[in-house]
């Protein structure tokens, strides 16, 4: 079976940083693009971030930009979220899933495992 999960819940001020890890197992690593999402009850799913397979090009949404990064490793089947300068409005359950091809094909992402919840105070 595929499964990734996120992991690296945490509570931070206003301005913290956080790292959330996506553990992905029962599939070729290399052969999908890795996205990040979050969701907050009463606020749209978001697709925050993802990394191609192919080439390693990265996608932010503008609410991100500039604060997030994305990696990944694929010798240890490992994607990470590296999160800086964070807002309030950035506390959401956070979720990795994998695409259906090593390109980025927004809206085509599958296999959430459960999410990792990120909380930040102002």
């Known amino acids: 079976d595929v499964q990734l999960q996120a992991s690296g819940e945490g509570l931070v001020q206003a301005g913290g940083s956080l790292r959330l890890s996506c553990a992905a197992s029962?599939?070729?690593?290399?052969?999908?693009?890795i996205g990040w999402f979050r969701q907050d009850p009463g606020k749209k799913h978001e697709e925050v971030s993802c990394?191609?397979?192919?080439?390693?090009?990265?996608y932010y949404a503008e609410s991100v930009k500039g604060r997030f990064t994305i990696s990944r490793d694929t010798a240890k089947n490992m994607a990470y979220l590296e999160m800086n300068s964070l807002k309030p409005e950035d506390t959401a359950t956070y979720y990795c899933?994998?695409?259906?091809?090593?390109?980025?094909?927004?809206?085509?992402?599958?296999?959430w495992g459960q999410g990792t919840q990120v909380t930040v105070s102002s």
């Open positions: 029962g599939l070729t690593f290399d052969d999908y693009a």
């Open positions: 990394i191609t397979s192919s080439d390693g090009i990265e």
């Open positions: 899933a994998r695409g259906t091809s090593p390109a980025n094909e927004p809206g085509q992402y599958y296999d």
